[in-house]
């Protein structure tokens, strides 16, 4: 196939192009307190094997929640194989697991969870966000692991927005909170476990920010508060989701109004997927063995 590639075509593919705008799907409810919007897997064409590394995107678009005195959420459940990424954007998100970590995510923060080999753990509304009641605005980000790491030890990041480092835009055009990776000799606050760029972009009415990531990487970006112009002609709107061919490395993004956009991209797995509720792995002997391990109590406990 290299070879019918001309070279005067190659360098007219430096360009990361985008393939396709997508709508918000309906919403439905995890638990009672995470009303999402599916991307990925989606039932489009942003499947997991397309995004990998990065597996699902629940986006909870904004969406206010009345006050209440009892806990709204997702109860006790289990995980294993990948890494759940909670951003929260408006409201505050609780959460506690069976490997003993808990916390609170508040507005700008981000909760890096690595399951691994397995855990249980709930995920809620914090109670004073509850009592009051308001807007909740949330992203939960699976990011797949390498076959070698699905196994390992479960971790926890709980990274506040004051722990992220920040890249700040040419003109005072915005900041990009570089939550993973790098961007512009900007390092993430987080670790991963493959090369994964995971960054928020806040940007002003005049903002403008380039990117480049390899052709390879699988790339997309979510548009959370306001519009982005890609590439000087795509417009993608508030709680839309843009996601980017694997034909060239750079793309631009500017705003006419003001943006809150999250950019992800990650290099591409290249491993078989064998999914199956909260549990992805490589092979259906693996899943298996996932349901077997959770019945038998392998993934340790925790108090409803
Ligand atoms: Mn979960």
Known sequence: METKISKSAKITMKTKNVELVLSPPEPHFVGDGFRVHN???????????????????????????????????????????????????KGKVAHHDSAGHSGVIGEGDVQWMTAASGILHKEYHEKEFSKKGGDMQMVQLWVNLPARYKMSKPKYQSITNDQINKFELASEGGIVEVIAGEYKGTKGAASTFSPVNLFNVKMNNSGKADFSFPASYNTALLVLEGNAIVNKTEEVLTNQFALFQNDGEDFEVQSDNGAVILIMSGENLNEPIAAHGPFVMNSRQEILQAFDDYQKGKFGYLEA
Do not use: C, W
């Open 39 to 89: 991307f990925i897997p989606g039932g489009y064409r942003a499947d997991m094997e397309r995004m990998n590394p990065f597996i699902l995107l629940d986006y909870g678009a904004k969406f206010y929640f009345s006050p209440t005195d009892s806990q709204r959420g997702v109860g006790v459940h289990p995980h294993r194989g990948f890494e759940t990424v909670t951003i929260a954007y």
